[in-house]
């Protein structure tokens, strides 16, 4: 088992993709540094450890230097892979199937929920949060064809996609309370909005999410910086 | 693996269908393959691919699998036969992924809007994609032959469009990206790539991708309509 300096998490509070990799650690009980990173003045640790995007997540571990998040948490599942539990499938078609949802959910979806924030505009919001709510719907639908009447995506243990999706929660909520509309509820979204707890009080998962209302005074901010910022 | 019914949808031209192509044959497995018409969707592609709706679609034994970064790893996981097209070390499977998607993002994208860009736009798509291959190069100064070393693997068979279809673009666009002063080890690899024996026979035709891509560069005009995906 790795000593707790062996393992290191470059992060930021407010960032879903570093949540990914700090779950998955979780779930494998693996003792980690966490770092937390300013974005506005990066470390030269972190400008050394990923030269080409710069970017947060990065697991530092004996010497690799790992970035992108999915790529992270396959890296974890694929190092600690005889620690329970599994992240993904054993079943490469099933896995073929988490992979799937998990790149939807960062190439198309994401954009759609950065949208809901930054979006000018009514129209433009409104169209991002219609292209969020189709996302969930299919999620929904997802989830009960994965979770065959268990608790997550996973099955019984969180597993990759869970990751994938949940760490978007609290930014929900937070999209939840500006666009004064519910994303995920009993009414619309019944699986999802009993999935979303189940995750989130997960032993895994409940120490690392944000703040809700910390991170709707951030999702403020970062609104009016980028609003600024000419496109 | 006798009786296993594997079906291949794609696109003549398509560099994602392609990259299936390559993997299969590299592996030895058998297959069937559908040409779909990706301007005129068949009832069938939209039904095995609803999300997304193109190609490439495999279909094993009745089981849909989408996109090729993840066809190829379900290849890989399922015939589990040599050439292991991912490293087996999870720091370089890591890396791999890294690179594939890198330079999906970065070059392929930047390169198809040289393609069909005009003026400062054009230059503009020129200079991000030599940007982005100048990693790839770093990366590939003291290879072998391949990413994957002696034999061709993952990032070869995601990067290959590079060898043929970047020299289409460029002829199309009016451009010099692979400029042989700035990529000696990428033009090298990009030979080795062609003249490999499963490579160089699943190549559409350099004539017909000319055409293709003359009228794609016509159709588009993405200056006006931003950042268009193939």
Redesign the interface.
């Known amino acids: 088992m790795a000593e707790s300096s062996d393992v290191k998490v470059l992060g930021s509070w407010p960032s879903p993709f570093v949540l990914r990799a700090r779950i998955a650690l979780h779930l494998k009980s693996v003792n980690y540094e966490y770092v937390e990173e300013n974005l506005e003045s990066k470390s030269e640790l972190l400008l050394k450890s990923n030269p ?1 995007h710069k970017k947060v997540p990065v697991l530092l ?1 004996g010497g ?1 230097s ?3 998040s999915l ?2 948490v ?2 974890i599942e ?2 600690w892979s005889s620690a329970a539990p599994s992240i993904l499938p054993s079943n ?2 099933e ?2 199937i988490s ?2 949802w998990a ?2 959910v960062d190439d198309k979806w994401f954009n759609a929920l950065r949208a809901t924030l930054l979006a000018e505009g009514e129209e433009a919001k409104k169209a991002a949060l219609a292209q969020v709510e189709e996302g969930l719907a ?1 999620f929904e639908e997802e989830y009960e064809k994965l979770s065959k009447g268990k608790p997550f995506f996973g099955g019984d243990e969180i597993g990759y996609l869970d990751i994938a999706i949940g760490c978007f929660l609290v930014w929900i909520q937070v999209i939840e309370k500006f666009s004064e509309m519910k994303l995920i509820d009993e009414a619309n979204t019944p699986r999802l909005f009993q999935w979303a707890d189940g995750f989130s009080s997960h032993v895994a998962v409940k120490d690392v999410l944000p703040d809700v209302e910390a991170l709707a005074q951030f999702g403020l901010k970062l609104r009016a910086k980028f609003l600024k910022t000419p496109q | 693996m006798a009786n296993e019914k594997v079906k291949l949808h794609g696109f003549w031209v398509s560099p994602f269908a392609n990259r299936v192509k390559w993997a299969l044959k590299l592996k030895g497995i058998e297959y069937e393959y559908m040409e779909e018409d990706v301007w005129n969707k068949s009832n069938l592609l939209i039904q095995l691919n609803p ?1 997304y709706k193109k190609v490439p679609v495999l279909v ?1 034994n009745g ?1 849909v ?3 090729s ?3 190829l ?2 290849i890989d ?2 015939w589990n036969q040599n050439p292991l097209l991912l490293p087996q070390d ?2 370089q ?2 890396l791999t ?2 690179w594939a ?2 330079a999906e993002e970065k070059i392929f994208e930047a390169a198809f809007n040289a393609l069909c860009s005009h003026g400062d736009e054009q230059k503009k798509a020129v200079q991000l994609t030599m940007e982005a291959m100048e ?1 790839i190069e770093g990366e590939l100064k003291g290879k072998q032959q391949f990413f994957g070393g002696e034999s061709i693997g993952y990032l070869d068979i995601i990067l290959g469009w590079i060898s043929y279809m970047l020299p289409v673009f460029e002829e199309v666009g009016s451009v010099q990206i692979l400029d042989p002063v700035k990529f000696p080890a990428t033009i090298a690899w990009s030979n080795r790539f062609l003249n490999h024996p499963v490579i160089k026979d699943t190549l559409p035709p350099k004539e017909k991708m000319l055409v293709y891509f003359q009228e794609r560069r016509h159709i588009i005009s993405c200056a006006n309509l931003g950042w268009i995906k193939f």
Request: a positive charge.
């Open positions: 080409v571990h690799n790992i970035s992108e790529i992270i396959q890296y694929e190092v490469p078609y896995r073929a992979r799937f790149a939807y299919l | 999300v094993h089981k699998i989408l996109e970064f993840l066809i790893e379900y996981e399922t999870p720091s499977r890591a992924r890294f998607k890198f990693k």
